[in-house]
């Protein structure tokens, strides 16, 4: 595989274990709060649930890693394409702005990846 599409899939597997630092530790400190725009009392209140999703965004890098590791590409195609799912769903349910973040990176790798 190319350099350009191994390295966006190595970006978008790095954003997602940030992700899952913000939301697993970060939630309720202040870049957490800052990060997702929330009040100190919603985020005690919602604290467990973005714990559970940053597990995720960790399963999600996880195997992006051991695909791109491995060599699989299939694997690394399908793990993108569930983080393209999850930013569609995050810019419909939440923000915009997921899907920029998240999916624009994705997207990207998935273009690289499949003019290789």
Avoid: D
Avoid at 4 to 31: D, G, K, Q
């Amino acid at each position: 595989m190319p350099m350009m599409a191994s390295a966006l899939v190595v970006l978008v597997a790095l954003l997602h274990l940030y992700f899952l630092v913000l939301e697993m530790f970060l939630w309720t400190r202040p870049l957490g709060l800052k990060t997702f725009r929330n009040t100190p009392e919603r985020a005690e209140a919602t604290r467990v649930l973005a714990a559970n999703q940053g597990l995720y965004n960790g399963f999600l890098a996880a195997g992006l890693l051991w695909g791109r590791w491995t060599a699989q590409w299939n694997v690394v195609v399908f793990f993108l394409l569930c983080v393209v799912a999850a930013a569609l769903y995050g810019a419909w349910s939440v923000s915009r702005r997921i899907l920029v973040v998240q999916g624009v990176p994705a997207i990207a790798a998935l273009v690289a990846i499949s003019l290789s």
